[in-house]
């Protein structure tokens, strides 16, 4: 079993601190750590992205034990995250290879440069998405880490329009759903937009209390 990073110090109350789907996709990635080091990306030393990184544990991850050879960058729009997964990197991983950007997504990243995305979205559903708060005090920072809008999938969505902006070609994204997100219909849209052009498939599910969470992964197929 490989081992979980350690975070040396971050206040949860500000910082998602890591829960049952974090851990979902550090069971996925130890699972298929083979097929992850042995496949040949678009660029030789692949580019990592993870989206809202929170405390940086799954980059932290993959770094340390699965592609401790990769260029590694996270975002996220909560500046505690930043400075917690930055630590948590430079705790755990052997090589400066990482980097954290505050900002909207993958908003500042070039076209089509990713290999690897992943994304452990606010995907609970709720009235609203949050409005970001202007002050880096204000108590409302781990609503973002949660709430998805109606049906969880506001943020989600985002990502899943821009997907064949963000990744290269042959790129893979790691995107983690609740049942209330409905994601095999958010998959059946998702390819419907773009025949031939994905294959998305289930890697992993698991119950979590009384929400079950699953991780699909999409990968942009060769034009
Ligand atoms: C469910 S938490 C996941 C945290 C971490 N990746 C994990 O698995 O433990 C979602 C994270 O996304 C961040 N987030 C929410 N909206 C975002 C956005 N528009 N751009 C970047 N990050 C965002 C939140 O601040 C939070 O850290």
Redesign the pocket.
């Known amino acids: 079993m490989l081992e979980t990073p350690i975070i040396p110090s971050a206040d949860y109350s500000k910082?998602?601190?890591?829960?049952e789907?974090?851990y979902l996709?550090l069971d996925l990635f130890e699972q298929i750590r083979c097929e992850l080091s042995s496949k040949r990306y678009a660029h030789s030393v692949p580019l990592v992205v993870?989206?809202?990184?929170?405390?940086?544990?799954?980059?932290a991850f993959l770094n340390k034990n699965i592609l401790p050879k990769a260029l590694y960058l996270?975002?996220?729009?909560?500046p505690h995250?930043c400075v917690i997964?930055a630590r948590t990197n430079s705790h755990n991983a052997t090589s400066y290879n990482m980097d954290v950007i505050r900002?909207?997504?993958?908003?500042p990243l070039l076209t089509e440069k990713v290999d690897i995305l992943?994304?452990?979205?606010?995907?609970v559903p709720a009235e609203k998405?949050p409005e970001?708060p202007k002050d880096d005090k204000d108590p409302r920072?781990?609503d973002?880490?949660?709430d998805g809008g109606p049906t969880g999938m506001d943020?989600t969505q985002?990502v899943l329009d821009s997907l064949h902006t963000i990744l290269a070609l042959k790129g893979e994204a790691y995107i983690?759903f609740c049942a209330r997100n409905q994601p095999d219909k958010v998959v059946e849209d998702f390819k419907k937009k773009s025949p031939g052009k994905w294959d998305v498939t289930m890697e992993i599910r698991r119950k979590a209390g009384w929400e079950m969470l699953s991780v699909y992964k999409f990968v942009r197929l060769c034009e």
């Open positions: 910082v998602y601190e890591p829960a789907d974090s996709l993870e989206i809202g990184t929170g405390s940086g544990v799954v980059t996270a975002t996220d729009v909560n995250s997964a900002c909207d997504l993958t908003s992943i994304f452990n979205p606010p995907y998405v970001i920072w781990l973002l880490a949660l943020i985002r983690l």
